[in-house]
């Protein structure tokens, strides 16, 4: 006996009748158009990345996210939602595990504006972290920043994430492995949760003082001044997704947190 | 250490800052004074070099520390 429910088993497998997520197809469509055809294991594992965010209701709250797939500048810089587009500024290198910037000249810029931020930014990356020393991965400083950077401190993998410069800073505490996963989100005018590998923290800093500015853009592989538009604190690291986005929880970036490691492995880039 | 292309004054008033489809050129002063570019930037700008140009290896220690 043909049932109805080996028919929609079957439809969603084996008859060719399961559609993936649509904004997933339509990622799929404009990678397929820069030049990269998702094979069938990497467009599943966007898929399901995808679904476990809106699951959770956490797909509304980013604003952008760059998933840096298909090895070359025309597809890495497809924004996902396609809000926004990378400019790679200084020829950074791409390959299948991502964009990797050399310290000296080279950064993305997510053409995301400072203004596009609320009053509870958050932003997040995962990828390979430099050794020793301070790096700042990526984000926004001075004087109208509404949405600060994001950064590891010293030889140990403590996350540095200030969000309110001017007022107070406020760094987290050790997280392991370096390499890997860091987000920070402004809960509120006084609290910032972090999200890292192993890590999970909220703190509590000063006010943050002013307004943001939209005069300049979000960077990842350096850090902008806002008030300048100057970009400084170049590093050399690779990075394998890179999200911006307003109102994520504690528990939304650990969402986050889960979602990438699963579709980082799932690419055999984890 | 990476390779570096180093450029002329014209060249890099030309380019510095040009958008070429998702990429933009960016040269920046060396502490020794010449202006360095990544060597993959021939790829996206081929039109910015002459052939002629020096090719070098090059540290973060060749660069201005530009911190916040």
Do not use: C
């Not at chain 1, 910037?101 to 931020?117: P, R, V």
């Not at chain 1, 590891?152 to 760094?171: K, M, P, R």
């Amino acid at each position: 006996m043909f049932s109805l429910s080996n028919a929609l088993a079957l439809g969603s497998t084996t008859l060719g009748g399961f559609a993936y997520d649509s904004d997933a197809a339509s990622f799929f469509s404009r990678e397929a158009a820069a030049g990269y055809t998702l094979s069938a294991s990497e467009k599943t594992a966007v898929n399901n990345f995808i679904s476990a965010l809106k699951t959770a209701s956490v797909y509304s709250k980013i604003y952008e996210m760059f998933l840096l797939i298909g090895g070359t500048s025309a597809t890495h810089a497809l924004g996902f939602k396609g809000v926004k587009d990378i400019t790679f500024v200084g020829s950074p290198t791409h390959n299948s595990s991502g964009v990797t910037t050399n310290g000296t000249t080279q950064y993305g810029d997510t053409g995301i504006l400072n203004s596009a931020f609320g009053a509870t930014p958050f932003i997040a990356a995962y990828g390979s972290i430099p050794a020793g020393g301070l790096v700042y991965l990526m984000g926004s400083y001075g004087a109208g920043a509404q949405i600060n950077y994001l950064s590891t401190s010293g030889t140990n993998t403590v996350i540095y994430n200030i969000f309110n410069e001017d007022a107070g800073n406020a760094s987290a505490g050790t997280d392991t492995p370096r390499n890997g996963f860091k987000a920070g989100s402004k809960l509120t005018a006084t609290t910032i949760a972090y999200q890292g590998n192993s890590l999970a923290e909220t703190k509590t800093v000063l006010s943050a003082t002013g307004s943001p500015s939209g005069a300049h853009t979000l960077p990842f592989g350096a850090v902008r001044n806002q008030a300048t538009g100057a970009v400084t604190d170049f590093n050399a690291s690779t990075f394998k997704l890179v999200m911006a986005g307003n109102g994520a929880t504690a528990a939304d970036l650990a969402t986050i947190k889960s979602a990438t490691v699963t579709l980082q492995t799932a690419l055999g880039r984890a | 250490m990476s390779n570096y292309i180093i450029i002329s004054q014209a060249q890099y008033d030309a380019w510095q800052g040009k958008k070429v489809g998702v990429n933009k050129f960016n040269a920046i002063k060396t502490t020794a004074g010449s202006f360095a570019v990544d060597a993959l930037a021939k790829n996206e700008f081929p039109s910015a070099f002459i052939g002629s140009e020096l090719v070098k290896d090059l540290t973060v220690a060749d660069f201005p520390i530009l911190k916040k």
